[in-house]
């Protein structure tokens, strides 16, 4: 069974970081583009950042640049959220999934939600004032 799990989240003073991780499973890893998003209630799925894990080319949402960066350890089929400068307003569930279809879309990575295949079920982050 295709699976991703994310893990890392938790609660954390604004100012702080986090690490969050993307463990993928049942699927050849180097194939796909690994993207993070992330989603408040009432509101529609944010991309942040993504990586195209054959070569690590990364894509970053303006929400997030010089904040969240994004890597990836293919040996053990993870990919990393690193968050820093938390603020409030980054409280949300945030999600990896995962895109084989984008070399055809003309990308490296997608920062689209409609496109991905396969979706972990999330960790909350909370990021308290």
């Known amino acids: 069974e295709v699976q991703l799990v994310e893990s890392g989240g938790g609660l954390v003073q604004a100012g702080g970081s986090l690490r969050l991780s993307c463990a993928a499973s049942?699927?050849?890893?180097?194939?796909?583009?690994i993207t993070w998003f992330r989603q408040v209630p009432g509101k529609e799925r944010e991309g942040l950042l993504c990586?195209?894990?054959?070569?690590?080319?990364?894509d970053y949402g303006d929400s997030v640049k010089g904040r969240f960066s994004i890597s990836s350890d293919n040996a053990k089929n993870t990919v990393f959220l690193q968050m820093t400068s938390l603020k409030p307003e980054d409280t949300a569930l945030y999600y990896c999934?995962?895109?084989?279809?984008?070399?055809?879309?003309?990308?490296?990575?997608?920062?689209?939600?409609?496109?991905?295949?396969?979706w972990g079920k999330g960790t909350l982050v909370t990021v308290s004032s």
């Open positions: 049942g699927f050849r890893f180097d194939d796909y583009a």
């Open positions: 990586i195209d894990n054959s070569d690590g080319t990364t």
């Open positions: 999934a995962a895109d084989r279809k984008v070399v055809v879309r003309g990308l490296r990575c997608d920062l689209d939600y409609q496109y991905m295949e396969y």
